[in-house]
């Protein structure tokens, strides 16, 4: 990737019009999006950077769709992220984790746009009081109703392998932006001194094995018991196999699975009496995240089926997720086969 003026450094801008050149039949509109999505995010990485400052944080008083106290920040981050993709002209609905149903755009550019957009717009959002670092997830899909007509629920209940594309948001030590539209994974790191995010991390590949595994073992005595043998199998002693296995879980998905992806590791939310289908929504946390995880030749499941392959029945819905390098995942299904 040939930086302008001779620079080492490949913005986010330069790098999408790069790779826009590599595909002239593409006429823009992705990248116009995500151009908008990089752009909400430095506002929202603005304002978390400042939560403990500002008295953002504490409770906005209204519960979201989940049933959870709705933070201060998470209606700004979907408020901006909300603006932010229909400003883009190219999205004509969004799904996201704060509204009970989809938001569809009526108005001139957007009501014809090809995409629709789905988001949890400040996953972990429990953890900002404690400055633990929080995380944006999205996915996008080409609309299957027609063109200047009003988008509807059937746009977002399509299979992850039909994303075009998804990625996440990490707001953490810096703030980066990973992202794949199918071509591999890339992550950008925001420089608050140029405001730009930059190109730090090309061509993402998450090793096949690795020595990390992320559960809440809180849950232990509620977890299959496929689940409860893989857990006891990280921790025996097996020096060949590099076991015991080394825990780290802090409960931001995008957090735990991010470092995952970087070191190898796996990352597990299963089905628990409180959660029978497990905590995480399939269209905005699982499918985004498995397309970012197959990309990068890691693999993400329910236990039985792929992530991507699950055909959606409800907009919020939830599912076990089995994310991370394909090793460890495939040696998971072999304890849930073994222990159905
Ligand atoms: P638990 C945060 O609330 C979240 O949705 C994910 O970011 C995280 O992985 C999970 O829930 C943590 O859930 O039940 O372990 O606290």
Same mark, same amino acid.
């Given at each position: 990737?040939?930086?302008?003026?001779?620079?080492?450094?490949?913005?986010?801008?330069?790098? %999408?019009?790069?790779?826009?050149?590599?595909?002239?039949? @593409?006429?823009?509109?992705?990248?116009?999006?995500?151009?908008? *999505?990089?752009?909400?995010?430095?506002?929202?990485?603005?304002?978390?950077?400042?939560?403990?400052?500002?008295?953002?944080? =504490?409770?906005?008083?209204?519960?979201?769709?989940? =049933?959870?106290?709705?933070?201060? +920040?998470?209606?700004?981050?979907?408020?901006?992220?909300? @603006?932010?993709?229909? @400003?883009?002209?190219?999205?004509?609905? *969004?799904?996201?984790?704060?509204?009970?149903?989809?938001?569809?755009?009526?108005?001139?550019?957007?009501?014809?746009?090809?995409?629709?957009?789905?988001?949890?717009? +400040?996953?972990?959002?429990?953890?900002?009081?404690?400055?633990?670092?929080?995380?944006?997830?999205?996915? %996008?899909?080409?609309? *299957?109703?027609?063109?200047?007509?009003?988008?509807?629920?059937?746009?977002?209940?399509?299979?992850?392998?039909?994303?075009?594309?998804?990625?996440?948001?990490?707001? =953490?030590?810096?703030?980066?932006?990973?992202?794949?539209?199918?071509?591999?994974?890339?992550?950008?790191? &925001?420089?608050?001194?140029?405001?730009?995010?930059?190109?730090?991390?090309?061509? *993402?590949?998450?090793?096949?094995?690795?020595?990390?595994?992320?559960?809440?073992?809180?849950?232990?005595?509620?977890?299959?018991?496929?689940?409860?043998?893989?857990?006891?199998?990280?921790?025996?002693?097996?020096?060949?196999?590099?076991?015991?296995?080394?825990?780290?879980?802090?409960?931001?998905?995008?957090?735990?699975?991010?470092?995952? &992806? +970087?070191?190898? =590791?796996?990352?597990?939310?299963?089905?628990?009496?409180?959660?029978?289908?497990?905590?995480?929504?399939?269209?905005?946390?699982?499918?985004?995240?498995?397309?970012?995880?197959?990309?990068?030749?890691?693999?993400?499941?329910?236990?039985?089926?792929?992530?991507?392959? %699950?055909?959606?029945?409800?907009?919020?819905?939830?599912?076990?997720?089995?994310?991370?390098?394909?090793?460890?995942?495939?040696?998971?299904?072999?304890?849930?086969?073994?222990?159905?």
């Amino acid at each position: 990737m040939k930086a302008s003026a001779g620079y080492q450094i490949v913005t986010l801008n330069e790098f %999408i019009i790069n790779r826009q050149e590599e595909h002239p039949e @593409a006429k823009g509109d992705l990248s116009r999006l995500l151009h908008h *999505i990089g752009v909400a995010a430095k506002i929202v990485n603005k304002k978390i950077n400042k939560a403990g400052l500002v008295d953002i944080l =504490g409770e906005a008083g209204e519960v979201n769709v989940q =049933g959870e106290e709705v933070k201060k +920040l998470d209606v700004f981050a979907n408020d901006h992220f909300m @603006a932010a993709v229909k @400003a883009s002209g190219e999205v004509c609905a *969004i799904a996201s984790e704060e509204n009970q149903e989809i938001v569809t755009f009526n108005d001139g550019l957007s009501r014809d746009g090809h995409y629709v957009f789905c988001m949890d717009p +400040l996953d972990g959002s429990s953890n900002i009081e404690v400055n633990v670092s929080v995380g944006t997830i999205f996915s %996008i899909y080409r609309r *299957i109703s027609p063109a200047g007509e009003r988008a509807h629920v059937s746009d977002f209940l399509q299979s992850g392998h039909r994303q075009v594309a998804a990625g996440y948001v990490i707001y =953490g030590s810096s703030t980066m932006m990973v992202y794949t539209t199918g071509n591999g994974v890339d992550g950008f790191t &925001l420089d608050p001194g140029i405001g730009e995010f930059c190109l730090s991390h090309p061509r *993402i590949r998450t090793p096949d094995d690795g020595r990390i595994y992320s559960i809440n073992e809180g849950n232990y005595v509620h977890f299959p018991m496929g689940v409860k043998r893989y857990i006891k199998y990280c921790q025996e002693i097996d020096p060949e196999s590099h076991r015991p296995y080394t825990s780290r879980y802090i409960g931001s998905l995008v957090s735990d699975f991010h470092r995952n &992806l +970087l070191m190898g =590791g796996i990352f597990i939310y299963p089905e628990t009496q409180s959660a029978p289908k497990g905590k995480l929504r399939l269209i905005y946390e699982c499918n985004p995240i498995a397309y970012v995880a197959e990309q990068a030749g890691g693999m993400a499941s329910n236990g039985t089926t792929r992530t991507m392959d %699950i055909v959606p029945s409800d907009l919020h819905q939830r599912v076990p997720f089995y994310v991370g390098s394909s090793r460890m995942v495939d040696k998971v299904h072999d304890f849930l086969r073994e222990f159905p």
